[in-house]
């Protein structure tokens, strides 16, 4: 199971390289969201089960519990990347309603007078 977890995570932080890569600002945000939901799941993946150890406030059992803490922390970096994610939407299309393109090769530099 852990070289399919793998697999999965280094596929999306391919395509998520791929679309930061690309020239839109869309697809730019959208490589973000793998990027975050890539690292999301590498920090689940990490997590494990305690094999030996106690599990925290259960004390000693013969099932395997997993740590309590890589989950609360993937469910907190979930709402933050959701509303990054929000942001940067709601700036692509301020850019792209202010410019009309939403490449970011043909935006105006903000050089010229």
């Not at 305690?50 to 709402?79: R, Y």
């Not at 700036?91 to 792209?96: D, E, L, P, S």
């Amino acid at each position: 199971m852990e070289i399919v977890m793998a697999l999965v995570v280094g596929v999306l932080f391919g395509v998520g390289t791929y679309m930061l890569l690309r020239p839109s600002l869309i697809r730019i945000v959208m490589g973000f969201g793998l990027y975050s939901n890539a690292a999301n799941l590498l920090l689940m993946a990490c997590g494990g089960y305690a094999q030996e150890a106690a599990a925290p406030f259960i004390g000693e059992s013969t099932q395997l519990h997993m740590d309590p803490l890589p989950p609360d922390i993937v469910l907190t970096a979930i709402v933050i990347s959701f509303a990054v994610g929000a942001l940067l939407l709601i700036i692509c299309y301020r850019v792209y309603r202010d410019h009309g393109v939403d490449d970011p090769e043909r935006l105006p530099s903000g050089a010229e007078g």
